[in-house]
């Protein structure tokens, strides 16, 4: 049974880059399979997909929000990462990262990390 | 906004039977699967049927996903309190930037 473990700092300040690590473990993050994504939710509000990427490196990115996210993987640590640039407070949120399959379900989610942006 | 319509909330009384509806249009759900997530209180969501109408090991019988040209429902019978959460509809959207899209979720209370 894979696991998902989101690491990061708690706090960023505005207009500055928001960095977040996925460590995976109980398999191999090098699944043909899968794509490992990052889903995040604002305080007492829904959830917001924002993107995936595969171990080869192909990336999916929510329009919304691509022209300021980034995601790459470290195979050799059985990890991937977000980086959100220029954030505001609108970028608040609690941030989970998902095993997701295909463009069809995420399974499992990470506990989430809650990333607050404020100077 | 959400790209996907559920209502924002649900009610029952225990060992009752809710529907949850999750509205979208031939661009998502007409073209995709539809997975279904419960959120429990402080907790993360949780996978609970995917592919319209699966459910993943360890899922009751009690709760059972369709869907119908643009529309998917969630049904949970025989409810219990702990079945109080909130409940997300997703899937894929093609529509010239695919992207995964979700519902706004609904809530059940049990009443």
């Known amino acids: 049974q894979q696991q998902l473990q989101e690491s990061g700092p708690g706090l960023v300040k505005p207009s500055e880059t928001l960095s977040l690590t996925c460590s995976v473990s109980?398999?191999?993050?090098?699944?043909?399979?899968?794509?490992w994504g990052w889903i995040r939710q604002p305080p007492g509000k829904g959830l917001e997909w924002i993107g995936s990427?595969?171990?080869?490196?192909?990336?999916h990115y929510n329009p919304s929000l691509k022209s300021r996210v980034a995601m790459s993987v470290d195979s050799s640590k059985n990890q991937f990462s977000l980086k959100l640039t220029s954030v505001t407070a609108a970028d608040t949120a609690i941030y989970y990262c998902?095993?997701?399959?295909?463009?069809?379900?995420?399974?499992?989610w990470g506990r989430g990390t809650l990333v607050a942006v404020s100077s | 906004q959400s790209v996907l319509t559920q209502p924002p909330s649900v009610s029952a009384a225990p060992g009752q039977k809710v529907t949850i509806s999750c509205s979208g249009t031939?661009?998502?759900?007409?073209?995709?699967?539809v997975s279904w997530y419960q959120q429990l209180p402080g907790t993360a969501p949780k996978l609970l049927v995917y592919?319209?109408?699966k459910r993943p090991s360890g899922i009751p019988d009690r709760f059972s996903g369709s869907k119908s040209g643009t529309s998917a429902t969630l049904a949970i019978t025989g409810l219990q309190t702990g079945d109080e959460a909130v409940y997300y509809c997703g899937t894929w959207d093609s529509n010239l930037n695919a992207y995964w899209v979700f519902g706004g979720g609904t809530k059940v209370t049990v009443l």
């Open positions: 109980g398999g191999s993050i090098k699944s043909t399979s899968y794509y």
């Open positions: 592919d319209n109408n």
């Open positions: 990427i595969h171990y080869r490196g192909s990336t």
């Open positions: 998902v095993r997701q399959y295909g463009d069809y379900w995420f399974d499992p």
């Open positions: 031939s661009s998502n759900i007409g073209n995709s699967y």
